[in-house]
């Protein structure tokens, strides 16, 4: 079992940038994948970027490729989130998401993760 809690939502201006966390807690995560996804109203949810726990591969998608940067501390059991460049359309809430894997694969899809913290509001002005 794993516990996920995000924070460091709110609202910013476009061009802006924030850094939301997910502390984890539970289960060790030497084989755990862990991905950052977010959901606006009426759409579906959507993946921005994975990471592998042991190792720190990092997978991206598109929308948000150079702009985003997924990292982890293991010290303090927490991923972040760097959003830079921000724009009015990275409106949602973002969520993080947790799955046991035996082998590095970035699951793009969100029914393929098992835990999921509660959601964080980011809020892009324009």
């Known amino acids: 079992q794993v516990q996920l809690v995000e924070s460091g939502g709110g609202l910013v201006q476009a061009g802006g940038s924030l850094r939301l966390s997910c502390v984890a807690s539970?289960?060790?995560?030497?084989?755990?994948?862990m991905g950052w996804f977010r959901q606006a109203p009426g759409k579906e949810r959507e993946f921005v970027a994975a990471i592998r726990w042991s190792g720190g591969s990092t997978y991206y998608g598109d929308s948000v490729k150079g702009r985003f940067t997924i990292s982890r501390d293991n010290a303090k059991n927490t991923m972040y989130l760097q959003m830079n460049s921000l724009k009015p359309e990275d409106t949602a809430v973002y969520y993080c998401?947790?799955?046991?894997?035996?082998?590095?694969?970035?699951?793009?899809?969100?029914?393929?993760?098992?835990?999921w913290g509660q959601g964080t509001q980011v809020t892009v002005s324009s």
């Open positions: 539970g289960r060790t995560f030497s084989t755990i994948t």
């Open positions: 998401a947790a799955v046991f894997a035996p082998i590095w694969v970035p699951y793009v899809r969100w029914d393929r993760y098992d835990y």
